[in-house]
């Protein structure tokens, strides 16, 4: 099945600090989609991102569907940005369309 | 007004007994998933439901049952439950179109099952 490799898998940030997670796939995708997980445990959906570059106030997502990697851009961060951010992707192939296989996580950690 | 909604939040129960878990969605989506988390927050898909169809089954094992009463519901029972299926449970729904997810998975709040 498709692999769903997350760099990097801590990052300690002091709040107002800008960071980019990566998150790197082995096989063409028809689907890709960035979540947040909150100390709490709730999964929040960030991006729905197949392909192109979206922004969501502090928040872009870029995905380079042709090189197999797409960027999560975190700017001015702030403690309630703490928690664990997922990519996850649909595969174009293999039985894989009506499922999200998703990578090990990025634990973002922002100090006040 | 939760879009995708679990419960119990969370179950605390002896080895050997059997659980359920319910999930319903008011999304209008026709595509539901359970999803396990482990320890290590690693979230692997356990169950794929299209229209009340099985769709994906992820190599789980016979005691776990999900059965889908219609679209907007999907429910998971757990025999003879075991310590290893101490874990966070997750639901989500999205819109498929022919054989592919479409757009958004919305999760819902997670049961977390502890199997003493």
């Known amino acids: 099945g498709i692999q769903v490799e997350q760099s990097p898998p801590d990052l300690i940030l002091q709040e107002g600090a800008n960071s980019t997670l990566r998150c790197n796939f082995s096989?063409?995708?028809?689907?890709l989609q960035w979540f947040h997980q909150n100390p709490w445990g709730q999964l929040i959906n960030l991006f729905y991102?197949?392909?192109g570059t979206k922004q969501n106030g502090r928040l872009s997502a870029t995905t380079v569907a042709t090189e197999r990697y797409s960027l999560l851009y975190i700017s001015s961060s702030q403690t309630t940005d703490s928690g664990v951010y997922f990519c996850?992707?649909?595969?174009?192939?293999?039985?894989?369309?009506?499922?999200?296989?998703f990578g090990k996580g990025t634990l973002l950690t922002v100090n006040p | 007004d939760t879009a995708v909604s679990q419960t119990p939040k969370y179950l605390v129960t002896q080895m050997g007994n059997d659980k359920s878990i319910k999930c319903e969605q008011n999304?209008?989506?026709?595509?539901m998933y359970w999803y396990k988390q482990d320890s290590k927050k690693f979230l692997k898909i356990m169950f794929s439901?299209?229209?009340?169809?099985?769709?994906i089954n992820e190599t789980v094992p016979n005691r776990f049952s999900p059965k889908s009463p219609d679209k907007a519901h999907l429910n998971l029972h757990i025999n003879s439950l075991e310590l290893g299926d101490s874990a966070v449970y997750f639901c989500?729904?999205?819109?498929?179109?022919?054989?592919?997810?479409?757009?958004?998975?919305?999760f819902g709040p997670g049961t977390r099952l502890l199997v003493l």
């Open positions: 996850a992707v649909g595969a174009n192939s293999g039985g894989s369309n009506y499922k999200l296989t």
């Open positions: 999304l209008g989506h026709d595509t």
């Open positions: 991102i197949p392909s």
């Open positions: 096989d063409s995708v028809n689907n």
């Open positions: 989500a729904s999205s819109q498929a179109e022919g054989t592919a997810i479409q757009e958004t998975q919305y």
């Open positions: 439901y299209n229209n009340k169809e099985l769709i």
